[in-house]
């Protein structure tokens, strides 16, 4: 992809369907008795390998027109034995969160990804399902994609997360429908609740006292209709853009606001973005709202602590608006960057770097030195796609053109990026 830098953002748009509520409606959907409907669907490489996972499985699951998704339900015990190795591409939400499904199985599968995905770390989630009695096996002793999955009974557990981690809970709250008593699942911080809001809306009684969530099995998921929010991970991206660049103003209409996932906003609050949300309203239980920023000088901040769960996966245009602002910008505790769809500390540094930024590295994060000019500059995103369309953002306001290479890995989360660019963009 070839940026240019242009004068200003303006305009008003809606990005694509939220990725982890569309994997999500897939999943519950797909174990659901009955029809659910799904629109605002995102239809990107990600949500498709959750989506062709439980078509292998015996669900039939009509793709209307890309944005609308019928899952005729198979109940809690409908699915069938896949024939084949499930691909979960690049997503690491499909392996992880159907880790927990396939453990209370009562047949045997298989799951790999793409190199990348074969890469990270899996037995965050194979640990506690094994303790729960699953068997599964997998390289480096159920670390590694590819994993073998025989299902079987499980038997309720109580997990203490050492890392916030929604796929996680995800899976173990997946798996605590099968297993016998009670499973639950205690998290410090809180990491995102779609998983949760979405079995409560499917009728699943969930237990909550402080920072603990509990599931007993034995419940039923009765269908339901859901209207899929824009995805507030995709629309940080013109947030940022609208920030850095003077005389911009962007709304981005019908955004998902989920308080878990809006540490984007406060972030870029603190740094002294100008942000106001409208009409902020429920839909099938989850906020939406409309989101206006208008551009405003931005200064450096430190980001730690709590907040992190809260914006992990929008830390990489977070540093764009870092490398911009006046000021100095330290990110600590941060450490699961490392772990991503690439090493994102890293990469990230070796962009910014490129581009003229000083940025200094460490286990968990780093520091940024903004208020420079950012050089135009060819740079890899190492098929990482937060990082890919987080330097197109900064190719806007470089001095010269921008060069992304390897770019084709932005169809797994926001296949239409390039498009929505290119509509606000005032040259």
Same mark, same amino acid.
């Given at each position: 992809?070839?940026?240019?830098? /242009?004068?200003?953002?303006?305009?008003?748009?809606?990005?694509?369907?939220?990725?982890?509520?569309?994997?999500?409606?897939?999943?519950?959907?797909?174990?659901?008795?009955?029809?659910?409907?799904?629109?605002?669907?995102?239809?990107?490489?990600?949500?498709? #390998?959750?989506?062709?996972?439980?078509?292998?499985?015996?669900?039939?699951?009509?793709?209307?027109?890309?944005?609308?998704?019928?899952?005729?339900? !198979?109940?809690?015990?409908?699915?069938?034995?896949?024939?084949?190795?499930?691909?979960?591409?690049?997503?690491?939400?499909?392996?992880?969160?159907?880790?927990?499904?396939?453990? $209370?199985?009562?047949?045997?599968?298989?799951?790999? $990804?793409?190199?990348?995905?074969? !890469?990270?770390?899996?037995?965050?989630?194979?640990?506690?399902?094994?303790?729960?009695?699953?068997?599964?096996?997998?390289? !480096?002793?159920?670390?590694?994609?590819?994993?073998?999955?025989?299902?079987?009974?499980?038997?309720?557990?109580?997990?203490?997360?050492?890392?916030?981690?929604?796929?996680?809970? +995800?899976?173990?709250?997946?798996?605590?429908?099968?297993?016998?008593?009670?499973?639950?699942?205690?998290?410090?911080?809180?990491?995102?609740?779609?998983?949760?809001?979405?079995?409560?809306?499917?009728?699943?009684?969930?237990?909550?006292?402080?920072?603990?969530?509990?599931?007993?099995?034995?419940?039923?998921?009765?269908?339901?209709?859901?209207?899929?929010?824009?995805?507030?991970?995709?629309?940080?991206?013109?947030?940022?853009?609208?920030?850095?660049?003077?005389?911009?103003?962007? /709304?981005?209409?019908?955004?998902?606001?989920?308080?878990?996932?809006?540490?984007?906003?406060?972030?870029?609050?603190?740094?002294?973005?100008?942000?106001?949300?409208?009409?902020?309203?429920? +839909?099938?239980?989850?906020?939406?709202?409309?989101?206006?920023?208008?551009?405003?000088?931005?200064?450096?901040?430190?980001?730690?602590?709590?907040?992190?769960?809260?914006?992990?996966?929008?830390?990489?245009? /977070?540093?764009?608006?870092?490398?911009?602002?006046?000021?100095?910008?330290?990110?600590?505790?941060?450490?699961?960057?490392?772990?991503?769809?690439?090493?994102?500390?890293?990469?990230?540094?070796?962009?910014?770097?490129?581009?003229?930024?000083?940025?200094?590295?460490?286990?968990?994060?780093?520091?940024?030195?903004?208020?420079?000019?950012?050089?135009?500059?060819?740079?890899?995103?190492?098929?990482?796609? !937060?990082?890919?369309?987080?330097? #197109?953002?900064?190719?806007?306001?470089?001095?010269?053109?921008?060069?992304?290479?390897?770019?084709?890995?932005?169809?797994?989360?926001?296949?239409?990026?390039?498009?929505?660019?290119?509509?606000?963009?005032?040259?």
């Amino acid at each position: 992809m070839t940026i240019s830098p /242009i004068k200003r953002l303006n305009g008003e748009i809606r990005v694509q369907g939220d990725k982890s509520v569309s994997h999500r409606a897939i999943i519950l959907g797909s174990i659901a008795k009955g029809v659910t409907n799904v629109t605002n669907f995102l239809p990107s490489d990600d949500c498709r #390998a959750t989506m062709n996972a439980f078509r292998a499985m015996g669900v039939s699951i009509e793709d209307i027109n890309g944005g609308t998704v019928k899952i005729d339900g !198979r109940d809690l015990y409908g699915l069938t034995e896949p024939a084949d190795v499930l691909d979960m591409g690049n997503s690491g939400t499909s392996a992880r969160l159907l880790c927990g499904l396939l453990a $209370g199985q009562n047949f045997f599968s298989v799951m790999t $990804g793409d190199s990348s995905l074969r !890469r990270r770390p899996m037995k965050r989630v194979t640990g506690p399902l094994r303790g729960m009695g699953a068997n599964i096996t997998g390289r !480096r002793d159920g670390d590694l994609l590819p994993l073998a999955i025989k299902g079987g009974e499980l038997q309720g557990i109580h997990h203490r997360l050492p890392v916030a981690s929604a796929q996680v809970k +995800s899976a173990l709250l997946f798996a605590g429908l099968y297993a016998r008593g009670k499973t639950s699942v205690e998290e410090m911080p809180q990491s995102r609740d779609h998983t949760e809001r979405m079995l409560t809306y499917f009728g699943i009684k969930l237990g909550k006292e402080g920072n603990v969530i509990t599931i007993e099995s034995g419940q039923k998921l009765t269908a339901r209709d859901i209207s899929v929010p824009g995805d507030i991970s995709s629309a940080a991206f013109f947030m940022v853009g609208a920030s850095i660049l003077k005389g911009s103003e962007v /709304i981005v209409r019908d955004v998902g606001l989920n308080p878990t996932r809006t540490g984007i906003i406060d972030v870029l609050k603190k740094m002294g973005a100008l942000i106001e949300i409208i009409d902020l309203r429920d +839909s099938e239980g989850e906020p939406v709202g409309d989101v206006r920023v208008v551009s405003a000088p931005l200064k450096g901040t430190e980001i730690s602590g709590e907040i992190i769960p809260r914006l992990v996966d929008e830390l990489p245009v /977070i540093c764009i608006a870092a490398a911009v602002a006046e000021g100095e910008t330290l990110i600590k505790d941060a450490a699961e960057l490392r772990v991503k769809e690439s090493d994102r500390i890293a990469v990230m540094a070796e962009c910014l770097t490129l581009m003229g930024v000083d940025v200094e590295t460490f286990d968990d994060g780093m520091r940024i030195t903004g208020g420079r000019q950012l050089k135009g500059t060819v740079c890899n995103s190492h098929g990482d796609h !937060r990082i890919a369309m987080s330097m #197109a953002i900064a190719g806007l306001v470089a001095d010269d053109e921008m060069v992304i290479e390897d770019t084709e890995c932005i169809k797994t989360s926001f296949p239409e990026f390039e498009k929505t660019l290119r509509q606000l963009s005032v040259v």
